[in-house]
């Protein structure tokens, strides 16, 4: 145990002159660590593949790793959601509550996404700022509210919320 004193004693030279050093060292080992949450989570893999992913391949929103932990211990198949904005969100929604309506307003983007929605998604095309393109709020039922635009996510406008069945 008497090495431990001396490998710090010999590391005060280099953390004073070299600081950026030891702030690399740690950096490296949270990206590459067998141990590091970011590895463990799917980050390298979301990196790889240039699109939100789990570890496993499986879809995850475009969120906070913690908030999709958060949402993850909380949806269940009783629940109904509506999404503005579709992709992987609406499949990682799809895969744990009963049904998903998703409103896309790319053109583009609703023909990619279209290919692979399972039969709990219904997915819409139109603009979710025109209340004629969306689905009725009165004649079906929502337990949640999502919004993946980039627009809402900066004003803070993702919406979590519990609603009494309509």
Do not use: C
Not at 20 to 33: E, H, I, N, P, T
Not at 59 to 70: A, R
Not at 78 to 106: H, I, K, Q
């Amino acid at each position: 145990m008497k090495l431990l004193p001396t490998v710090r004693r010999l590391q005060e030279p280099f953390r004073k002159y070299v600081p950026g050093l030891f702030v690399l060292g740690k950096f490296l080992s949270l990206m590459f660590s067998g141990r590091s949450y970011l590895r463990k989570a799917g980050y390298h893999r979301s990196v790889a593949t240039k699109r939100p992913v789990r570890a496993d391949g499986s879809p995850i929103p475009f969120m906070n790793y913690s908030i999709i932990d958060f949402l993850d211990e909380r949806l269940n198949r009783s629940l109904a959601l509506f999404e503005y904005g579709s992709g992987n969100s609406t499949l990682f929604f799809a895969a744990r509550v009963g049904s998903v309506v998703s409103v896309e307003s790319d053109p583009r983007w609703y023909e990619e996404v279209s290919k692979n929605m399972p039969d709990n998604v219904k997915l819409v095309l139109g603009d979710p700022d025109d209340a004629e393109n969306t689905p009725p709020r009165s004649s079906s039922r929502r337990d949640a509210s999502m919004s993946s635009s980039l627009m809402a996510f900066i004003r803070g406008s993702v919406v979590w919320r519990r609603r009494p069945d309509v």
